[in-house]
């Protein structure tokens, strides 16, 4: 279908740009990239694909021009749109921007025209120190702009290279607060899980400078009352399906208020006596919702995801502040004081490697496993193409991934079919190029299928007409192994020492399933290569799971007691507690 919107008058162009009025220019280019950042195309008929070409050749051909000199606010907006213009070009003929940036490297007045055209597809290699010696503040903008590739920027080994490149280098300069930093801050983890703390220091700094003459909070605590902090407290969200039932718990204790970070008419009120809050960076007087403060217990289920976020965790709201397992990744240098973290879940031997937040352990997962609403169709077709789902949001497709299963599908003597479900990170036109740059790593022997958006049932229907499930590393699933194995799905999973590469295999573990659990990427691609070929093999673990009573293993895991316990004590030991130096795990059985 013929998307009408796109529309672009070249002979104005033209005209616009020999008359000098390079402002007018510069805003038909970026509404046009505005329009590719709020929509996603899974499928471009004759006259779109047209369309983009037409597009993407007349924009890298003005923008290169080296008299093309659009206002400084456009230039910005430019840089801001990094992300969108590297996804453009790869859904048209040119694939990427290098030849127009080789174009401009050859120029005078280049530098944000530069900035605009370098992102993670670029074969070419800038030096990250030049760019902030021209502009520390331009260049700071391009920094955290160029991160919001990672939704789909680690797929093949030339991103992700830059990715891992851009996550490296870390100048002094970069200090300024900009609308996209938490892209930096949420997705560094998928780009070097290894290596994320250093650029989540650099954040927290930040903003803490940014923030310190206008957000002084007045503390004055009540006992019994504590806020909880989250953007996603709306039903169906995981972060709300997860930690529901411990705030319902925790609710008999404390009066509970929420600091909503979203929508106002998306949130669910009903366990907040003390009401709810809205705070907002948008608004002026956006901290007036957490000051004065009559919490002794700040609860954050998620940080990360949006900026509010970020920068709420770095003011001290509590006496006492505890993040959970909304996105299971230390803030590396906030003022949380604590991290809630399951006995099942956690290596505690390497805490202090992982979190810089004290650990508290409580049963179980840590979260609470929500069995999915969805009633089983027992639709599975039997087929001689063994289909593997790969139920990973587009930031875990990575390079790594992808070589596995096209060793997989290397080794099997049966023929293998991949279901990739990136969900909604394929935003902002990402998705066209996705698919194909995931077909260039598995290579033209290997077939797969990338579902675009979906809706829940659809999605688990496609995932039950499947034969079994693989978890991505590093950063593998809990709700998608829980629909997993409610669909009876054996999962394959690699096992490493930090709560998103174990959760898989908690559940495992449970289900009798230990020997899908993979200790190193060899013996990950052998279980998957017997899961293929081994049909009596399959066909007993899909067994074990159909014969177990998951409302009595994986789903009767209740741990809101001891979370509430460990609240409770938190608070009341809070002045001890903060005098140790010990960061030895607290465990609560």
Not at 232 to 251: D, I, N
Not at 342 to 365: C, H, K, W
Not at 386 to 409: D, E, M, P
Not at 552 to 580: C, G, W
Request: glycine content about 4%; some cysteine.
């Amino acid at each position: 279908m013929t998307d009408t919107s796109l529309q672009l008058n070249t002979a104005e162009c033209a005209i616009a740009y020999r008359e000098g009025r390079h402002d007018h220019l510069a805003n038909l280019f970026l509404a046009l990239l505005d329009k590719f950042r709020i929509n996603t195309y899974f499928t471009l008929d004759d006259k779109t694909t047209h369309f983009v070409n037409v597009f993407v050749k007349h924009f890298l051909f003005y923008f290169s021009q080296e008299d093309f000199n659009p206002t400084q606010a456009q230039l910005v907006r430019f840089v801001e749109l990094n992300p969108v213009i590297c996804n453009v070009a790869a859904m048209s003929v040119f694939r990427d921007t290098d030849a127009h940036l080789q174009i401009l490297l050859g120029q005078q007045r280049n530098f944000a025209k530069t900035l605009a055209l370098y992102n993670p597809r670029c074969q070419t290699r800038l030096d990250r120190k030049r760019l902030f010696d021209a502009s520390s503040a331009l260049a700071t903008t391009w920094y955290y702009a160029f991160f919001e590739n990672y939704r789909v920027g680690n797929v093949t080994r030339n991103c992700w290279e830059q990715m891992r490149d851009h996550l490296y280098f870390q100048d002094e300069r970069l200090t300024a607060v900009t609308a996209q930093m938490h892209h930096a801050f949420f997705g560094a983890t998928y780009v070097d899980f290894e290596q994320d703390y250093s650029i989540k220091q650099v954040i927290n700094r930040s903003v803490r400078n940014w923030i310190k003459d206008s957000a002084v909070i007045d503390m004055q605590p009540i006992k019994r009352k504590a806020c909880v902090i989250t953007q996603m407290w709306f039903k169906g969200h995981s972060v709300y399906r997860c930690m529901h039932k411990f705030l319902e718990t925790l609710a008999e204790d404390f009066e509970l208020t929420l600091i909503s970070l979203s929508n106002p008419n998306n949130v669910d009120a009903e366990l907040f006596a003390g009401g709810v809050r809205h705070f907002t960076l948008a608004d002026p007087q956006g901290f007036a919702a957490v000051s004065p403060s009559p919490f002794e217990l700040a609860f954050y289920p998620d940080i990360g995801m949006n900026l509010e976020s970020i920068t709420l965790s770095n003011l001290r709201i509590a006496p006492v502040q505890v993040c959970g397992y909304g996105h299971p990744v230390s803030t590396w240098g906030s003022e949380i004081d604590y991290w809630l973290g399951g006995i099942d879940t956690e290596d505690a031997e390497s805490a202090t490697q992982n979190y810089a937040e004290r650990l508290v352990l409580i049963p179980g997962a840590g979260v609470m496993p929500n069995k999915p609403r969805y009633e089983r169709r027992w639709n599975h077709q039997a087929s001689s193409v063994v289909r593997i789902n790969c139920s990973w949001t587009g930031q875990k497709i990575n390079f790594l991934n992808l070589t596995l299963l096209r060793r997989i599908a290397e080794l099997s003597q049966n023929p293998v079919h991949y279901r990739f479900f990136p969900g909604g990170s394929v935003m902002s036109g990402a998705y066209l190029a996705l698919r194909r740059e995931i077909g260039e790593v598995l290579g033209p022997d290997v077939g797969f299928q990338v579902f675009g958006t979906l809706n829940y049932d659809t999605y688990m229907a496609v995932m039950e007409d499947a034969e079994f499930t693989l978890d991505p590393y590093p950063f593998g699933g809990y709700a998608t192994a829980t629909d997993a194995l409610f669909l009876g799905k054996p999962i394959v999973t690699l096992e490493g020492k930090k709560f998103f590469n174990r959760s898989a295999a908690s559940l495992l573990y449970k289900c009798g399933l230990e020997d899908l659990v993979a200790k190193d990427a060899d013996a990950y691609v052998a279980a998957a290569v017997r899961l293929v070929d081994d049909i009596a093999f399959r066909q007993e673990k899909i067994d074990l799971i159909e014969n177990s009573n998951l409302d009595e293993t994986i789903f009767a895991d209740d741990s809101s007691k001891p979370f509430k316990s460990a609240m409770n004590y938190l608070v009341k030991h809070q002045d001890r507690l903060k005098q140790e130096t010990d960061r030895t795990p607290l465990v609560f059985k």
